[in-house]
């Protein structure tokens, strides 16, 4: 019976509202909502004697609905009955159309508004405590029926299925596509009005050797006739290698961009899923704890499950600096200020890749500007040893010339060679990728059945929390290395189209 009685009390332990206890970074502000620890990318602040707290992520914790309008600067929350409405940098709230004045200013960082803390309790009713000694904000609105609270209490109030969300960097300067951050980047950059220019000085170089030409010379002749014509035909390869160069410029800008583009929304899901693991280990952290007072496990356990949510915020802390670096990659070749943040507007979307290698292999080889400009060099070699004169002293020897044209015909098959191998990779990695794909939606059937069935167990007393979050997170986990796939394919598919502009990105980017 005693073996019974425990066995009953720790299926109620496990079942209860796990708590997040693991404490943040010193002098970080926690913030614990209806006892869940808060992730946000930028955490509450004291200012001016007033705390301030992350508006989305705390009313939208609480239930609210929240609308954000980038060109007023204007927040609208609502819930219920009630409708908030806020500007940011004003000290006036309106609660239902009637004032409310806020301790402080509200503000932006870090792409979020940040509001007062006395507000939520104002605006919403919830019940707000801050403990200056551990420097943590309790938050809960028992009215909705949320669980707050000691951890360890055994409620008999129902409880309600833990999700994986989490929210951040919701309020944005403004939005971008992919488009128009192409069109920003070509327009600020240094590579492109360079070449731009080379064009002009190329077509007046090439409009000045045009004057000294009388005839075209079918063969060697005058010495001084050949030698213009030559230097002619030179100046005019120099001219159309400039327009093709601005056009290849520009293709590598649109690479750069698009692989740009994909690794920020890439470095956006790592931050999101490091915070859900995060509140997994927290979650874990408070079993062990529960499962050590009731005797059922060792300080071990506990100290284990510490560390790995230590090990989790560290993980945290790195991903949002590879996201900040990922914005200030983009920004840098788009012309925006390395702090400025927007939401990405194109996500792209699977679909399978059906293009033919053998068909693209020929198509890039009868349009690379690479190859163009090899065979051109081809036939500038062919005409000066075509026009080369035996009767003139010092010249280059004839077998000298014939070696130049062989030279030129090698680093054409060469060019011809490395494009061919490019496209041939950079197929074969997509439907490499593929694979993976097609491999991680077969693991999300299992993944979102085993999380129904999870949720069907908790809502009759047969599952945990823990359980319930932890078949969730597997879903989210694969969701979004789904999505990391999609968009590794979507760069790839920019490569196979036009694999030179791969090579010339990175010159292209360079300001």
Known sequence: MKRFGVAVLSTLVLSSAFANLAGAQPGDIKVIINGVTQQYTQSPVVSQNTTLVPLRGVFESLGAKVDWDSKAKKVTASKNEDTLALNVGSKLAYKNSNPVQLDAATQIQKGQVLVPLRFVSQSLGAKVNWDQSTRTITISNQADGSTTGEANSLSSKPL???????????????????????????????????????????????????????????????????????????????????????????????????????????????????????????????????????????????????????????????????????????????????????????????????????????????????????????????LSLKLYNFNTAGNTPYEAEQLNVEKAQYATEGTKRQLEEAVRTIYNNIKALESQYSQIQAGLVSARSAADMAKKQFDVGLATELQVYEANLKVTTAEQQAEDIVTNIDTLKLAFDKPWAMQGSSGASAQ
């Open 160 to 382: 309600t299925a833990p999700v994986t969300q989490v929210t951040y960097d919701t309020y944005y300067n403004d939005s971008l596509t992919y488009d128009d951050a192409v069109k920003l980047a070509i327009a600020d950059s240094t590579s492109v009005k360079t070449a731009a220019t080379n064009i002009d000085q190329a077509g007046k170089i090439m409009k000045e050797a045009g004057k000294n030409i009388d005839f075209v010379p079918a063969e060697a002749g005058d010495e001084g006739q050949d030698k213009a014509f030559k230097g002619y035909a030179q100046t005019n390869l120099n001219y159309e290698a400039a327009k093709k160069n601005l056009d290849m410029t520009k293709e590598g800008i649109e690479y750069n961009v698009k692989d740009l583009y994909n690794k920020l929304l890439q470095k956006q899901n790592a931050v999101k899923l490091a915070a859900l693991n995060i509140e997994d280990a927290e979650r874990k952290l408070k079993v062990a704890q529960i499962k050590r007072d009731n005797q059922m496990s060792s300080d071990y356990e506990v100290t284990q499950a510490t560390n790995q949510v230590t090990q989790n915020q560290a993980a945290l802390e790195k991903a949002k600096k590879d996201l900040d670096s990922a914005y200030v990659s983009l920004n840098q070749v788009i012309g925006y200020k390395p702090e400025h943040r927007y939401e990405l507007k194109d996500k792209p979307v699977y679909s399978e890749f059906k293009d033919n290698v053998e068909t693209k292999v020929s198509q890039v080889l009868t349009s690379s500007t690479a190859i163009w400009l090899s065979e051109q060099k081809v036939d500038l070699a062919e």
